[in-house]
């Protein structure tokens, strides 16, 4: 069973840096295609904050340019996230994402898609 597990959350105070890690495990995993980081404040629908493809082209939320960087690391099969020049805003639970080419019980799975369980960032105003 493939598995999403993130790290690197926590309160920082506003501009300041976090770098969140989200490291895959279980499963036989062949590939991995889009990986992407989302965020979900409260009261609010979980919005897509940036994600990168296999070959490493980027995409950002309007709100994050310039300050977050995404990155991949295939060997490893792990996404990260640079958050720098934090502000209030950017509280929220941060889950990372996957798409996925597995096998299980000998069975090859194409394009499923994972979550992580979920990391808080906070960032008193």
């Known amino acids: 069973q493939v598995q999403l597990v993130e790290s690197g959350g926590g309160l920082v105070q506003a501009g300041g840096s976090l770098r969140l890690s989200c490291a895959t495990s279980?499963?036989?995993?062949?590939?991995?295609?889009?990986m992407g980081w989302y965020r979900q404040a409260p009261g609010k629908q979980r919005e897509l904050v940036a994600g990168?493809?296999?070959?490493?082209?980027?995409n950002y939320a309007e709100s994050v340019k310039g300050r977050f960087t995404i990155s991949r690391d295939n060997a490893k099969n792990a996404v990260y996230l640079q958050m720098n020049s934090l502000k209030p805003e950017d509280t929220a639970v941060y889950y990372c994402?996957?798409?996925?080419?597995?096998?299980?019980?000998?069975?090859?799975?194409?394009?499923?898609?994972?979550w992580g369980q979920g990391t808080q960032v906070t960032v008193p105003s």
């Open positions: 990168i493809t296999s070959g490493g082209t980027t």
């Open positions: 994402n996957a798409n996925v080419d597995h096998v299980e019980d000998s069975v090859f799975y194409r394009g499923d898609t994972y």
């Open positions: 279980g499963g036989k995993i062949m590939g991995i295609n889009d």
